[in-house]
């Protein structure tokens, strides 16, 4: 059987809380009674090392060296975030992709969750499974951005207004840290999984132009449309591509047709909001823009 790849793993304390998707059963958001010494490890934020940085180095280079993106260590480290770095620099250096953010006293991890779409469980184990957040916590797989403006859930005049299937379905993957399905593992899913037949057309969810349209490792059979607002859909584990790169598309057209390819174990759609950046395409949670995509199975 396929499976998909973890994009970030951490580690095993969501799976030992029993925590499974794909069962038929919600997701706890509980956090577990007991000692954190017999849980857990160290907390993220004890687990930060230093680098300093060596004549000849980039930014880039470092973060490759410690499994990084550059914006985890620009997030860290403000002198980074021009982008450059300098013989000598003492750069802060997280176990893995996160912010680091300042908690107000008498928050709970479930508003810490809700506020950056990342599960309680999680945090609360890379945090060293306290029961409550300190001052300081630790957000994993979210990116850090220049952009301090938070993402509206709603967009009145946003080019994105459809939906990427003929009716709504359910999604069999959510967006965010979750468990996988298949592996038990925690991982990082920067999409939704519609859950539809082999063959069911795809459509644009906006109007704008084919950035990308064929095979692409993971993601199988893979469409990219630029829209306009500096916002970019994928559609991915085709089974045909019906559009060129450089078409222009209108909302509502047919791109291509759902099927199995890639890293898959299932026929579905996977799909994907992402907005411009100084840092890139950044993931975002596809329900802030089509709510239709926050259906999850049960």
Do not use: K
């Amino acid at each position: 059987m396929r499976r998909r790849r973890p994009y970030q793993q951490l580690g095993s304390i969501a799976v030992l809380l029993g925590l499974a998707m794909g069962s038929g059963q919600a997701i706890a958001q509980d956090i577990p009674a007991g000692d954190p010494e017999t849980l857990c490890g160290l907390p993220a934020l004890a687990r930060i090392q230093t680098h300093v940085v060596q004549p000849g180095e980039t930014l880039e280079a470092i973060a490759a060296q410690y499994g990084l993106i550059p914006s985890t260590l620009m997030g860290l480290n403000p002198a980074l975030q021009q982008g450059n770095v300098s013989n000598g620099m003492s750069l802060q250096i997280p176990p893995y992709n996160g912010i680091r953010v300042t908690v107000p006293s008498g928050t709970t991890w479930q508003d810490v969750s809700r506020q950056y779409n990342v599960r309680a469980d999680v945090l609360f184990e890379v945090n060293g499974c306290v029961r409550s957040p300190a001052a300081m916590a630790f957000i994993p797989g979210v990116n850090w951005s220049p952009s301090s403006a938070a993402t509206p859930s709603t967009l009145d005049d946003s080019p994105i207004n459809g939906y990427p299937l003929s009716e709504p379905v359910e999604v069999a993957v959510g967006y965010g840290w979750q468990i996988d399905p298949i592996s038990g593992e925690v991982v990082f899913h920067s999409g939704v999984d519609l859950a539809a037949a082999s063959g069911t057309s795809v459509l644009a969810v906006g109007s704008g132009t084919v950035a990308f349209a064929a095979e692409q490792g993971n993601y199988g059979n893979l469409v990219v449309i630029n829209h306009s607002q500096g916002l970019q859909t994928r559609y991915a584990q085709l089974d045909g591509i019906q559009v060129t790169v450089g078409q222009q598309v209108r909302q509502g057209q047919q791109v291509g047709t759902v099927g199995e390819t890639g890293l898959v174990s299932f026929p579905h759609l996977h799909f994907e909001v992402r907005t411009n950046s100084d840092l890139g395409w950044v993931a975002q949670n596809p329900a802030n823009y089509v709510p239709q995509t926050s259906l999850v199975r049960r």
